[in-house]
Nanobody, 125 residues
């Protein structure tokens, strides 16, 4: 059974930082693109960042470029999303996702095979 479990969400002040974790199990981790999506109330789920399987290329949405940083560890089969200089518009439920192939660029939700349950990030202004 594949599982993706996010943690690390919470309340941050504008300009602050949070680090999200996604612990996975049951995946062929080295062959899986790990992505982070977010969904704010009333908005569509959007891709934030991903690290492509095998080639380990990283991609970011324009809105988070230079502020968010994605990383993975093969041994721990875990991904992290370091979020710095948080803005109120970063507030959302953040989801970890898995796509069973390498890819170029941020994925669409329709490409995702496995989802975590999400972790809530709130940013106070």
């Amino acid at each position: 059974e594949v599982q993706l479990v996010e943690s690390g969400g919470g309340l941050a002040q504008t300009g602050g930082s949070l680090k999200l974790s996604c612990v996975t199990s049951g995946l062929a981790f080295r062959d899986t693109t790990i992505a982070w999506f977010r969904q704010a109330p009333g908005k569509e789920r959007e891709g934030v960042s991903c690290v492509s399987a095998r080639d380990l290329r990283t991609y970011y949405a324009d809105s988070v470029e230079g502020r968010f940083f994605i990383s993975i560890d093969y041994g721990e089969e875990t991904s992290w999303l370091q979020m710095n200089s948080l803005k109120p518009e970063d507030a959302a439920v953040y989801y970890c996702a898995g796509i069973p192939r390498s890819r170029s660029g941020l994925p669409q939700s329709s490409e995702v095979h496995w989802w975590g349950r999400g972790t809530l990030v709130t940013v106070s202004s």
